[in-house]
C-alpha cells in the first residue's frame, strides 16, 4: 500500500467508530517506508481495542519505529490503545541499518515497552540490532515493566554472549515473570560458538534460579552442541525455553 496507503489507512481508522472495535490489524509486506508506519503510530489511538498489530516486512527503519514509538506514548487515547496491545511483530524493518549515532538511540524501544504493559509477544527478529536493545528489554524485564511477556523473538540481529546474558540475567530477577515465559528466540545472531560453554553456563544459572525460586518448578535442563547452538527448557505447568543457533 506504500506511504500513501498508510496514510489513507491512518485517515479511516481515526475517521471511522468501527476501529474501536478493531482487534488485529496487519500491514505486513506493504512497503511502507518511515513515514507510513508513523502514520499508523499517530492513528493507533482510534484503535482501543486493538489486540495484534503486525507491520513486519516494511522499511520502517531507526525514523518509523521512532515516531510509532512516539505515538504509542502520547495521550490519553494512544495510552489505552497500546495498554490493549497483546501481540506487536515489528520483524524484517531495517530499524538497526542507518547512521551509527541515530539507531543507537532506543528511547523508541523504551517508550514502546513503557506503554504496551499487556504485551505478550514482541518479535524484533532481522533489524540488525545490537546488545544495547537486549539491555533495554532487560532493564525493563528487571524492572516488572513487561510482567505480561511470555515470548520475545530476536533472531537475526547483531547480538552477542553480552546481550544474552543480560536478558537472562533480567529473568533470575524477575521470577514472577520467568514463571509465565515460553520462548525467547536468538538464533542467527553474533554468538560465538567458541562461546558455547558460556551460554550452556547462563542458561544452567537461569534454570538453578527458577529450581529455587518460590514453588519451585518440577524439572529443568540445558544442553550446548556445537553447530546446533544451546538450548534449554523448563516446566512448571505452562513451561518456559530460551533457544540460541
Request: proline share 1%; net charge negative.
Amino acid at each position: 500500500i506504500g506511504q500513501r496507503g498508510a496514510k489513507s489507512l491512518a485517515e479511516a481508522l481515526v475517521g471511522k467508530s468501527s476501529a474501536g472495535s478493531l482487534a488485529v490489524l496487519n500491514v505486513s509486506n506493504n512497503a511502507l517506508d518511515p513515514p507510513g508506519v508513523a502514520s499508523i503510530g499517530r492513528a493507533f489511538g482510534s484503535c482501543h481495542r486493538i489486540r495484534e498489530l503486525d507491520i513486519s516486512f516494511n522499511n520502517a527503519c531507526f525514523q518509523g519505529v521512532y515516531a510509532f514509538g512516539e505515538g504509542l506514548g502520547r495521550g490519553e487515547k494512544e495510552e489505552e490503545a497500546a495498554l490493549s496491545l497483546r501481540v506487536l511483530n515489528v520483524s524484517h524493518n531495517n530499524i538497526g541499518r542507518g547512521e551509527e549515532e541515530e539507531v543507537a538511540d532506543f528511547s523508541w524501544l523504551r517508550m514502546l515497552l513503557r506503554a504496551c504493559r499487556k504485551l505478550s509477544s514482541l518479535d524484533l527478529s532481522y533489524n540488525l540490532l545490537p546488545d544495547a536493545a537486549a539491555a533495554v528489554i532487560a532493564d525493563n524485564i528487571r524492572l516488572g515493566a513487561v510482567s505480561s511477556l511470555t515470548r520475545i523473538f530476536l533472531r537475526g540481529n547483531r547480538l552477542s554472549m553480552r546481550g544474552t546474558h543480560q536478558l537472562l540475567d533480567a529473568f533470575r530477577k524477575n521470577l514472577r515473570l520467568s514463571f509465565r515465559f515460553h520462548q525467547l528466540t536468538l538464533g542467527d545472531n553474533n554468538l560465538d560458538m567458541d562461546e558455547e560453554d558460556n551460554i550452556a553456563q547462563a542458561i544452567c544459572a537461569y534454570d538453578e534460579a527458577m529450581q529455587h525460586g518460590e514453588g519451585g518448578l518440577r524439572g529443568a535442563g540445558a544442553g550446548a552442541g556445537a553447530g546446533e547452538g544451546a538450548g534449554a527448557g523448563a516446566g512448571a505447568g505452562e513451561g518456559a525455553g530460551a533457544g540460541a543457533g
